[in-house]
């Protein structure tokens, strides 16, 4: 059982390149999220998923895009990088019942991004 | 969902019990407690949970104080691979997805030899 699997695990863009960052879960879970991490903050919600076909924003979404066509995938996507957007990215899932079952979060390993 | 505070770091020799404590004096009724745990360069990790009773698994127990303004989370025996930022975090248990979820900067645990 895989979890949660993030690519790539390092990237080094330059400023406007695009890029797609992947993830993928093997638990059925609706509930798929991104997050980045960043010195001295704690993790910030960029977009979620509650389920394929559905998307909404988190608390900073500006300069990312995501899709969710399927239940197992949820890409992140950088249209235009800018080196604000050096990072560290977390895609996360979970059930998405109400309860305390609903409620665990898995996280993959995370992508280190750096825009020069 | 209500915020949370600990301290920023804690130091616990190998062997011994490590005690992480967590404030979270505006927490509802509806509101769980989580801890997660963030080893160097991972993706956290879920350890333990509790509404109101005191809960054990497999990793940590967890202590409620019966207003429910604190908890407690106790590694019983800390080893050198439980050094790591612990995150704990209340979830209003109706909420129904995670969105609301405040991720402070957690606690940095070292585990000593």
């Known amino acids: 059982n895989a979890g949660v699997t993030q690519t790539p695990k390092f990237q080094v863009l330059k400023t406007g390149q695009s890029m797609t960052l992947q993830c993928a879960q093997d638990?059925?879970?609706?509930?798929m999220s991104w997050y980045r991490q960043d010195p001295g903050m704690g993790l910030r919600l960029i977009h979620y998923?509650?389920?394929?076909?559905?998307?909404d924003q988190g608390e900073v979404p500006n300069g990312y895009n995501v899709s969710r066509s399927t239940t197992e995938d949820f890409p992140l996507r950088l249209l235009s990088a800018a080196p604000s957007q050096t990072s560290v990215y977390f895609c996360?899932?979970?059930?998405?019942?109400?309860?305390?079952?609903?409620?665990?979060?898995?996280f993959g390993s995370g992508t280190q991004l750096s825009v020069l | 969902d209500a915020k949370t505070t600990q301290p920023p770091s804690m130091d616990c020799a190998e062997g011994r019990a490590a005690n992480l404590p967590c404030n979270h004096s505006?927490?509802?009724?509806?509101?769980?407690v989580y801890w997660y745990r963030q080893i160097h360069s991972q993706g956290p990790q879920y350890i333990i949970h509790?509404?109101?009773?005191?809960e054990t698994n497999e990793m940590a127990s967890l202590i409620i104080t019966e207003d429910r303004k604190s908890s407690t989370l106790i590694l019983p025996h800390a080893t050198l691979r439980d050094t790591a930022v612990y995150y704990c975090?209340?979830?209003?248990?109706?909420?129904?997805?995670?969105?609301?979820?405040?991720w402070g900067l957690g606690t940095s645990l070292a585990v000593n030899p």
């Open positions: 996360a899932s979970s059930y998405s019942g109400k309860g305390s079952s609903g409620e665990k979060l898995f």
């Open positions: 638990m059925n879970h609706e509930y």
């Open positions: 998923s509650v389920g394929a076909g559905i998307t």
């Open positions: 505006t927490i509802s009724g509806n509101e769980y």
């Open positions: 509790g509404l109101k009773n005191n």
């Open positions: 975090i209340v979830r209003d248990r109706n909420a129904g997805n995670n969105r609301k979820l405040i």
